[in-house]
């Protein structure tokens, strides 16, 4: 189960010399358990700050975010992450990649490679199990990224513009994948994008957010049947939709 | 067998014949025109002298003792330097207390520290180790602190979301791999100034056997055939103990870096 509920989060960072950035306003929204939802917003809107903070890596400077009613105060292996940068260890193959939250759980070698092969064959690197990341193409190294997320089994799995580095092509292709995913594994999504197409296709509900500082603009359902044409009217009226949002949020700045 | 060692100097002919080369006129330079074996020993006497010190077997005592000497001082090194880059690397706090000593003392020549070495240690193998520990330190050091501080955020923080809290952990299974190449770059600098030191510190009296030793001891005696072999085999030493440590380091540890530029 992974229900995520964010209470009037805000965040300020402040500088050495005493100014201060205002990061997130007041944000609230929760995510239901099983459910798919994008952030989507300007540049500098605090949502990867906001999916930070939900990850542990960051602080949050008041309001409270909790999963499943407990508060979050750190990293914690129940909420996993996928990065924009590519982040597999180097210097481990893709199998001892996606192993590695297991070893840290302490669960035995033969054990956790078994339970391993599953999600790398899940994500479709079967062959390339024993390859480095420097031997796999940048689309291959997310879906190793995905694959080593899931192994832990989190109940959120939270995704900081995970295709925002990979051709068009690819990106498509790796967005189908991760849905099929989704459907498979009973698992939270919480995606951080500025695509709104990708938004479009991948949500449940998309939470837009302001120019700094990041307050929750609107949050838009997606109630299109899936698997959703990428370029049927519905589809489009409703990026149209966003992306007026968006350039609203660009004229008043 | 025939064919592969055909093959071999098929592929190695050039660098083969330059050896040729340079070794003939060497020999005709130091035969024909030096004529002076205290000024410039010809290729045959030093071959002849090579295998004197074969049959008297002192060749073997005398690497030996050296190898002893530079492995005291390496295994020195590695135990004290590659834990301080570490802490260093990682806590601040600490890098602000040890980094100032570690300034004042890092630029006094290690061949400076002879004296203390003979008064602290006498005429032992730990002193001629400890002259090769201290050339050997600051680099291991160094490499180790400036391997720590480039580890890149994302690995760190992507351990930390997979359940590697711990400082300890995190040292173990993501710093220490990723900043291998610099480490490992830090030992084979510090494996060169420490060959230097070891010979210093034997020329100059800290130990009364080794290759440095044999230098010294034979320039006395006026023999520079004996030098000049002595001279070789430092070099051939040094070269195979590089070798060897690469061959390993690549094979073993970087296998992970043959994708990337170094």
Redesign the interface.
Known sequence: MGRVSIKNVSRIFKKEDKSSTEALKNVSFDVGDGEFVCLLGPSGCGKTTLLRII???ETLTSGDITLNGVSIT????K???V?Q???L????TVIDNVT??LE??GIDKAESRKHAEKYIELVGLKQFKNS????LSGGMQQRA?IA??LA?EPEVL?MDEPFGALDAQTRNILQDELLRIWEQRHVTFIFVTHSVDEAVVLSDRIVVMTARPGRIKEIVEVDLPRPRSRTSPEVNRLRDRVLKLLEEERFHR | MKKSFIKTIEENGIEALSLIIAIAIWQVVADKIVQNKLLLPSFYDVIVSFFAIIESGLIFTDTLTSLLHFFVGILAAFVIGIPLGIVMGWFKKANRAIDPIIEILRPIPPLAWIPFAIVWFGLTHQAAGFVVFVGMIFPIIINTYTGFKNV?K??V?????????RNL?LIR??AI??A?PSIVAGIRIAMGVGWMCLVAAEMFGVSNRGLGYQIWHNYYLHRMDFVLVYMLLLGFVGLLIDRFFRYYVDAKLL??????VV
Do not use: I
């Open positions: 990850a542990g890596l750190g990293p914690d292996p909420r996993g992450m990065f940068q590519y982040s260890f180097p210097w481990r590695f939250g840290m759980q480095y990341p420097y031997e990224a080593r997320a832990n939270l | 890149p994302v690995y923080e992507a351990a930390k979301v997979l359940g590697c809290t952990d299974h993501v791999p990723s291998m296998k992970w870096t043959s994708g990337t």
